[in-house]
T-cell receptor
Framework: AQSVTQLDSQVPVFEEAPVELRCNYS??????LFWYVQYPNQGLQLLLK??????LVKGINGFEAEFNKSQTSFHLRKPSVHISDTAEYFC?????????????FGTGTSLTVIP | DGGITQSPKYLFRKEGQNVTLSCEQN?????MYWYRQDPGQGLRLIYY???????QKGDIAEGYSVSREKKESFPLTVTSAQKNPTAFYLC???????????FGQGTRLTVV
């Protein structure tokens, strides 16, 4: 089974400042990697995903993430945050198994953008 | 529009009663999942199903049951054996092989 570690449970940042949300996963085998965003009392919405190819992945709302296989990391970044980015962010991993797959989630990082 | 529909959005039940949460998808996805979300604990997998008439326990299956009689439907029953059922429940689906999980809007269950 996989495990996903989000190193920061809460990240406060001022509006228009850059932010990085950190994520590490356990497996050395091939995986798919994801970042999801959740607003209060809603489901999860995909921000971006890494399946293969370029290690720098761009997503919606100006977010990007970099896959680092040697460090088993997939950190999420945004150069300038907005108030509307205040939300819970989840990193997730999926096994590439021929018999099907599960999605493993971190415990989440609560991003608060301060005006 | 294609998507996943969870109903109801809010559910209240008395302690000791079984309750069933609905999850329907029209994305033609093979795999479906149920997660439980508690503050600070992320998403924990309850059950998942890769094909019709087959499902597997996740990490916290005790006190829950599921069925998968149709491809588009994966209802979750929270039984009276579940010690602490009050939580936010999320249903998801994906194609077989899992390049992305699509989520419903969740059901918040409160047991009083």
């Amino acid at each position: 089974a996989q495990s996903v570690t989000q190193l920061d449970s809460q990240v406060p940042v001022f509006e228009e400042a850059p932010v990085e949300l950190r994520c590490n996963y356990s497996s050395s085998v091939s995986v798919y990697l994801f970042w999801y965003v959740q607003y209060p009392n809603q489901g999860l919405q995909l921000l971006l995903k890494y399946l293969s190819g370029s290690t720098l992945v761009k997503g919606i709302n100006g977010f990007e993430a970099e896959f680092n296989k040697s460090q088993t990391s997939f950190h999420l970044r945004k150069p300038s945050v907005h108030i509307s980015d205040t939300a819970e962010y989840f990193c997730a991993v999926s096994d590439r198994l021929p018999t099907g797959n599960q999605f493993y989630f971190g415990t989440g990082t609560s991003l608060t953008v301060i005006p | 529009d294609g998507g996943i529909t969870q109903s109801p959005k809010y559910l209240f039940r008395k302690e000791g009663q079984n309750v069933t949460l609905s999850c329907e998808q029209n994305l033609n996805h093979d795999a479906m999942y149920w997660y439980r979300q508690d503050p600070g604990q992320g998403l924990r997998l309850i059950y998942y199903s890769q094909i019709v008439n087959d499902f597997q326990k996740g990490d916290i299956a005790e006190g829950y049951s599921v069925s998968r009689e149709k491809k588009e439907s994966f209802p979750l029953t929270v039984t009276s054996a579940q010690k602490n059922p009050t939580a936010f429940y999320l249903c998801a689906s994906s194609i077989f092989g899992g390049t992305e999980a699509f989520f419903g809007q969740g059901t918040r269950l409160t047991v009083v």
